[in-house]
Nanobody, 113 residues
Framework: QVQLVESGGGFVQPGGSLRLSCAAS????????MGWYRQAPGKERELVAR???????NYGDSVKDRFTISRVNAKNAMSLQMNSLTPEDTAVYYC???????WGRGIQVTVSS
């Protein structure tokens, strides 16, 4: 009943940038922690970035100086600005809302020459 939809993924060369967005819809009656996760071939799913209900953020160690997570207009939505991308950032990226245990379907990000 709570749906999350990612957008903004695609193909980019090393050193480039992408901006991902996540839009939530359904019966949502508050502000809840949300996060971005990713999974690359042969690797475990890992936390990329998270923003809690009070606006505090945290990042995975491999992205914390390059990526920025933010909320969008006081809604249950968020974006992820990704800069200085490397091939190691290639993965499927997932949007998550913790309270409802809701996940998006994932969106592909490919970084390659």
């Amino acid at each position: 009943q709570v749906q999350l939809v990612e957008s903004g993924g695609g193909f980019v060369q090393p050193g480039g940038s992408l901006r991902l967005s996540c839009a939530a819809s359904g019966s949502i009656f508050g502000i809840y922690a949300m996060g971005w996760y990713r999974q690359a071939p042969g690797k475990e799913r890992e936390l990329v970035a998270r923003v809690d209900s009070g606006g505090a953020t945290n990042y995975g160690d491999s992205v914390k100086d390059r990526f920025t997570i933010s909320r969008v207009n006081a809604k249950n939505a968020m974006s992820l600005q990704m800069n200085s991308l490397t091939p190691e950032d290639t993965a499927v990226y997932y949007c998550n809302m913790e309270y409802y245990n809701s996940w998006g379907r994932g969106i592909q990000v490919t970084v390659s020459s």
